[in-house]
């Protein structure tokens, strides 16, 4: 969610003290490296005569048989689902179907990710934030027209919520990270709760009919409250009753590691079973600033910054991916997007995932933009076909610009991946 549109109350309540990574040099935003986008996806409208779709989180499916026929799945919440070509081109578009009791009112799908399992098949799954629960679609690489087809069950639970009345006030699922147990092949979903620091674990299940549910395993609560170094104690500043909550998540398969972006304040690491005790890897840079909630504005007025906050990441942290290389090593990304940015981190837990740099997606001519305030990202270190032989970054645009229209207009950038290593090794 971009920074501009929300912000968080400051909670006095209880204090944790996780271990914070060192802080490395600053990079100014201006003198990061610049990759383009090779392609761009039609714009999606945020308003009633555009169908109330809005992008926001990508996933890309490699076609093992052809890989020039891979594609590219994307949540447009209310809109449902977007299925694209490596040429950026809609395949398919999904409605975002009405829940259980929800009086027909919409689904609104916010992340989605994928699994590649034995037992479930390849899924795109995602979290339908308007009835707060997962769906799931099964792909067929020899669905041209069709690839995606429903197969949720009829009965998967809230995942959160108690009642319909809870579903209503929108503390449901959010964002959403899948990965398959190597050594059982069970596959598992890990589902963060809007406006609250809670991470839920599902096992997803196979059904006698073919569908696919879920069940709970156990949930964790990230801290909304932290211990600065002065010996104060520090929330971050936002609306009523609202918490930091946690969006952008992935799950390392090289080591069962979960990455998790709490928005106003950084990237965790945790094991992906929820066990264990979580380390805030980098900060924002707002953390630890006060700030007054002003009810007239609804947005908070900073305080003094008493310099406890990171050097790479301005709030909100949002999209996170991998960049998966054969030997273990690689890239965690990240979107900083309240500067437009993003930054890399090295995956070696032993490195203390140190800072390898950062970039910016900037416009490739007058018809091509960047990629503004983004909010959800994906890559895929693996070649795909003619268009993208040294793999794909796709990225959420929060302000895509179609011909200077004011309409509310967000869509997906497509980059070439090698470009981004390229830039990050430099």
Do not use: C, M, W
């Given at each position: 969610m971009p920074a501009a549109r929300k912000s968080l109350v400051v909670l006095a309540t209880a204090v944790a003290t996780f271990a914070v990574a060192a802080a490395g040099p600053v990079q100014a935003a201006s003198r990061l490296p610049v990759v383009t986008p090779r392609a761009e996806t039609a714009a999606l409208h945020d308003d009633e005569a555009g169908g109330e779709a809005d992008a926001d989180d990508p996933a890309i499916w490699r076609n093992p048989a052809d890989p020039d026929r891979s594609l590219v799945v994307a949540t447009a919440k209310q809109g449902g689902l977007r299925v694209y070509d490596l040429d950026a081109r809609e395949?398919?578009?999904?409605?975002?179907?009405?829940?259980?009791?929800?009086?027909?009112?919409?689904?609104?799908?916010?992340?989605?990710?994928?699994?590649?399992?034995?037992?479930?098949?390849?899924?795109?799954?995602?979290?339908?934030?308007?009835?707060?629960?997962?769906?799931?679609?099964?792909?067929?690489?020899?669905?041209?027209?069709?690839?995606?087809?429903?197969?949720?069950?009829?009965?998967?639970?809230?995942?959160?919520?108690?009642?319909?009345?809870?579903?209503?006030?929108?503390?449901?699922?959010?964002?959403?990270?899948?990965?398959?147990?190597?050594?059982?092949?069970?596959?598992?979903?890990?589902?963060?709760?809007?406006?609250?620091?809670?991470?839920?674990?599902?096992?997803?299940i196979s059904e006698a009919d073919g569908s696919v549910g879920y069940r709970k395993v156990r949930t964790l609560d990230l801290p909304h409250s932290f211990r600065l170094p002065d010996g104060t104690s520090w929330s971050p500043c936002g609306e009523p009753g609202e918490l930091p909550q946690v969006e952008g998540m992935v799950v390392d398969p090289a080591n069962g590691m979960l990455y998790a972006g709490q928005e106003d304040v950084g990237i965790w690491r945790l094991k992906a079973d929820l066990t264990g005790i979580p380390k805030l890897i980098d900060k924002v840079r707002e953390y630890g600033v006060p700030g007054t909630y002003d009810e007239a504005t609804e947005e908070c007025a900073a305080g003094a910054d008493p310099g406890f906050g990171g050097k790479r990441l301005t709030a909100d942290v949002e999209g996170l991916t991998l960049v998966q290389e054969d030997d273990g090593d690689g890239l965690l990304l990240a979107s900083s997007q309240g500067d437009d940015t993003f930054a890399a981190y090295d995956r070696e837990v032993s490195d203390a995932n140190e800072y390898e740099g950062g970039f910016r997606v900037a416009g490739a001519s007058a018809t091509l933009d960047g990629s503004e305030e983004c909010d959800g990202a994906a890559a895929l270190n693996e070649p795909l076909g003619r268009r993208y032989p040294n793999g794909l970054l796709v990225v959420q645009d929060g302000h895509d610009a179609p011909g200077g229209s004011d309409r509310p207009s967000t869509n997906f950038k497509f980059v070439d991946l090698g470009k981004v290593i390229d830039a990050v090794d430099d």
């Open positions: 395949v398919q578009s999904i409605p975002a179907p009405a829940g259980p009791g929800a009086d027909d009112a919409p689904g609104r799908f916010n992340n989605v990710d994928l699994v590649h399992s034995s037992r479930l098949g390849d899924l795109a799954v995602t979290t339908d934030r308007g009835n707060d629960r997962l769906r799931f679609y099964r792909i067929d690489r020899d669905g041209a027209d069709a690839p995606l087809a429903d197969v949720t069950g009829r009965t998967v639970p809230a995942v959160f919520s108690a009642s319909q009345d809870e579903i209503d006030k929108q503390r449901t699922a959010y964002g959403l990270a899948t990965f398959t147990d190597p050594a059982t092949g069970r596959s598992f979903a890990l589902v963060s709760r809007r406006e609250r620091t809670r991470i839920a674990l599902l096992e997803l």
